[in-house]
């Protein structure tokens, strides 16, 4: 996963807390492959912030990227924090690459073609893992559970489900749902209001920093996960190799660590081998193949 730093350093900001026809696909695949442009999409379903916010973070990293490709061509980056505009960006204006949230690439990496370059590093963890949290005092096991759980990872349920439990959401005894606001909804789970919430690896650090951590228990964690991937959409070529040569070399470069801070990553670095194997065939089939 990858974070932001828009404006306000709250709770929620540091810890951030189509069925398509054949025709559509074909046709999407074909003008990714033939673009010219180098103009990326930051696509984070859950995140803080607006695109208008978002958007000088954009601006500085389309900077440095054109800066360090010496091209004169202009590079445009657009940021998204809801799976729906994203998906349209995707079909009417596709990029040349993107940097995803890890159940977005999980649900749409065999649509839209993607190809995984590098991975970011949230507080320098190369794996993410994610929590199902209860109340300390409530049923520990997952499975007893009935209601709602929400979480700023879960606006791909189906996908969500099947990285967290290895099962459809459909097979689930309670219902996913995304939030733009995990502490609050941690906080109805504590109050009753919630049958649990989920929480990545930086929620689940910072929430044990609060009061409100000695309160909550772990009902189930995942295995380890690949945090969010720079991505190349489409056919790879000689660029995609610049870029990722590029990212991998931002950690050593003085000039990017403002940016990198922006990003809140700890560097980009090789992408996760383990990535593809979490790609779905399609909602509701088995997870993955």
Not at 78 to 105: E, K, M, S
Not at 143 to 150: A, F, I, P, Q, R
Not at 153 to 165: G, I
Request: proline share 8%.
């Amino acid at each position: 996963m990858i974070f932001f730093m828009l404006i306000k350093m709250t709770f929620k900001t540091r810890s951030a807390i189509c069925f398509l026809a054949a025709t559509v696909v074909i046709s999407w695949g074909a003008v990714a492959m033939a673009a010219d442009s180098f103009d990326f999409a930051v696509i984070q379903p859950g995140q803080p912030g607006t695109s208008k916010e978002a958007q000088p973070v954009m601006d500085a990293l389309a900077a440095y990227i054109q800066k360090q490709m010496g091209k004169d061509a202009a590079v445009k980056g657009t940021y998204f924090n809801h799976p729906g505009p994203a998906l349209d960006f995707l079909n009417q204006t596709p990029p040349a690459w993107g940097i995803v949230r890890l159940g977005f690439y999980s649900a749409h990496a065999r649509l839209f073609h993607m190809t995984a370059l590098a991975s970011t590093r949230p507080g320098g963890h190369p794996k993410d893992i994610w929590r199902l949290i209860v109340p300390g005092q409530g049923p520990k096991d997952w499975k007893t559970l009935t209601g709602k759980v929400m979480g700023n990872m879960l606006f791909e349920p189906d996908a969500a489900s099947c990285l967290l439990f290895g099962l459809p959401a459909a097979r689930l005894p309670f219902r996913l749902e995304g939030t733009f606001r995990p502490l609050r909804s941690l906080r109805e789970v504590m109050r009753g209001k919630l049958a649990g919430a989920v929480l990545d690896r930086l929620q689940y650090e910072a929430v044990q920093a609060l009061p409100l951590g000695k309160d909550i228990a772990v009902a189930h964690t995942s295995s380890d996960l690949p945090t969010s991937p720079v991505v190349w959409f489409g056919k790879t070529d000689e660029r995609a190799g610049n870029l990722r040569a590029i990212l991998l070399k931002m950690k050593r470069d003085h000039d990017a660590q403002t940016l990198l801070k922006l990003l809140q990553t700890d560097g980009f670095a090789p992408a996760d081998p383990d990535l593809p194997n979490f790609r779905q065939t399609g909602e509701g089939t088995p997870c993955f193949h």
